[in-house]
């Protein structure tokens, strides 16, 4: 393997993950094996009954291993991420300071998650700041590929600071954003034109009465002379002209090209005035300002982020009806921006303030105010992780099914876990391509097993998932019996707070 450029750092491979205890909020590690997907228990439904909108509470590294076992790997076409910056500080809602290793530890781990459910055509945007995006940046460029960087747009959040004694003051956040593959959904947005723009228009087209200026025709960079008209024009050293021939040809007929000195100069391309469109956004976002507490978007959260802000990235990077997807939710800006936007949205959020600020926010906002609502997206359902399936018997010491999984949530959390869709069927419960599943607590006997064989249709296979079965049982070749918890995937587990 040809050696490539990489950051390390204490505990990069040690095989621990770096979780929040879901009561206190409390970091702590556990092994990479114990990381499993959890059941999405469904608490209520808000709005529109059939919306598949989700807000979920819990801590988002399991969550997001549920959403890929739920079928939504490569079905997220935008990502955006606030996650804590590592500032050292704890807010009053959330406690923000992780050492710098085990934060690199934590964004690698989800920002991994986050890949797998990006859509080929999907972005992922990555909202860090001084503290730690340079640390972001690199993790990104090792799970996306630096080729797949897009841009590190730098947000203004603070107009006025004071004087500082040993530097300048940080008025910034930096915004990195990564594209899945080569060709993103991107649209250009724009902002507002400068008190300046109307009067740069200097010159009017005699024919049609509109106004414009004229505006070079080079770039930097390297380029072929170029035919206008009669005469062949060499850009001058170290650049290049900016159209192809053909658009150059196309040009000199409309009149959209003049030269400079009397006709024999510099060709310069026309520009129109166009007071709607506004000027193009680049990667340097002034125009958006910080949510004061007097703001009516307030919610009075620490690190609410403006809706302008969500609304721009959104606007850029997906279409209607798409999924976007934010799992450091806080108080919920993306999913209340994506909501107007008409867009399909899951937040995950650790804290409390899934339920007292997110949850409030988005319900008022499906009870009616301000959205686009696409058919079936005018409403939301909120769940919250189950505990995790396989926990250790404190007294014996040895990995068990968690007790709270009887029946039903058994047969769910075994089919999530293994990889398994649900089917509807009272035996075959669930299919993965060709293979079924069926998960039972009953005693499998010979009988059991040959009246569940005989459902099966050429081709097909069977995966038995029970607490015991009959000593020396014989299965044919397209049916294994497995044993719970042992012959399970996620070999082990521990119940939170007890390790
Ligand atoms: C900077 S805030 C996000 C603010 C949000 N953009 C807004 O506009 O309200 C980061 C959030 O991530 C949450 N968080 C931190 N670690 C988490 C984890 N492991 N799982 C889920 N949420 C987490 C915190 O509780 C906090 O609410």
């Not at 739920?70 to 050292?88: Q, R, S, V």
Request: net charge neutral.
């Amino acid at each position: 393997m040809p050696e490539k450029l990489e950051l390390r750092w204490p505990g990069k491979d040690d095989g621990f993950a770096l979780v929040r205890d879901e009561r206190t909020g409390d970091p702590k590690k556990i092994p990479h094996d114990e990381v499993q997907p959890r059941l999405l228990i469904e608490q209520a439904r808000y709005g529109d009954a059939d919306a598949k909108n989700m807000l979920i509470r819990g801590e988002n590294l399991f969550a997001l291993k549920s959403l890929l076992a739920a079928g939504f790997a490569g079905k997220i076409k935008l990502i955006y991420i606030d996650p804590p910056f590592n500032t050292g500080q704890t807010f009053e809602h959330y406690d923000d300071g992780l050492e710098n290793s085990l934060w690199l530890t934590m964004m690698r781990d989800r920002v991994a998650l986050l890949r797998d459910l990006l859509a080929e055509d999907g972005s992922i945007y990555v909202h860090l700041d001084w503290r730690s995006g340079h640390y972001g940046r690199c993790i990104l460029d090792d799970l996306f590929g630096a080729t797949n960087f897009r841009n590190e747009v730098i947000w203004q959040k603070i107009r006025v600071v004071k004087a500082q004694s040993r530097g300048f003051g940080n008025v910034h956040d930096m915004i990195f954003t990564y594209s899945a593959g080569e060709n993103p959904i991107f649209y250009q947005q724009y902002r507002p034109h400068d008190e300046n723009y109307e009067a740069k228009f200097d010159k009017v087209d005699p024919e049609t009465g509109q106004r414009y200026q004229l505006v070079s025709m080079i770039q930097k960079g390297q380029g072929p002379p170029r035919m206008f008209g009669k005469r062949t024009l060499s850009p001058p050293p170290g650049m290049h002209w900016i159209w192809t021939q053909e658009r150059i040809d196309e040009a000199m007929l409309n009149g959209e090209i003049e030269f400079t000195s009397g006709g024999k100069g510099t060709p310069r391309k026309r520009q129109y005035y166009d007071p709607d469109k506004g000027q193009p956004v680049h990667d340097l976002w002034t125009d958006i300002f910080p949510v004061n507490s007097q703001a009516k978007e307030s919610v009075n959260f620490d690190t609410q982020k403006p809706e302008a802000l969500l609304d721009r990235v959104i606007q850029a990077s997906s279409n209607e009806g798409d999924w976007v997807l934010d799992c450091f939710a806080g108080s919920g800006t993306t999913g209340a921006v994506a909501q107007k936007l008409g867009r399909k949205w899951i937040m995950v959020e650790l804290g409390e303030q899934a339920q007292t600020f997110a949850l409030p926010r988005l319900n008022k906002l499906v009870a009616g105010e301000g959205q686009k609502v696409l058919s079936g997206n005018g409403g939301f359902r909120y769940y919250v992780l189950g505990e995790p399936l396989v926990i250790t018997d404190n007294k014996l010491g040895v990995p068990v099914i968690n007790p709270k999984y009887d029946n039903g949530l058994l047969v769910q959390a075994v089919l999530l876990q293994e990889g398994f869709t649900q089917t509807g069927d009272s035996e075959l419960h669930g299919r993965n391509g060709s293979a079924f599943a069926h998960v039972t607590e009953e005693y499998v006997t010979p009988t059991y097993l040959k009246r569940l064989t005989s459902r099966l249709s050429e081709g097909e296979a069977l995966v038995i998932y029970c607490l015991k079965y009959a000593p020396g049982l014989q299965s044919p070749k397209n049916v294994k019996v497995k044993k719970i918890p042992r012959d399970l995937k996620v070999k082990y587990a521990t119940v939170h707070g007890k390790e």
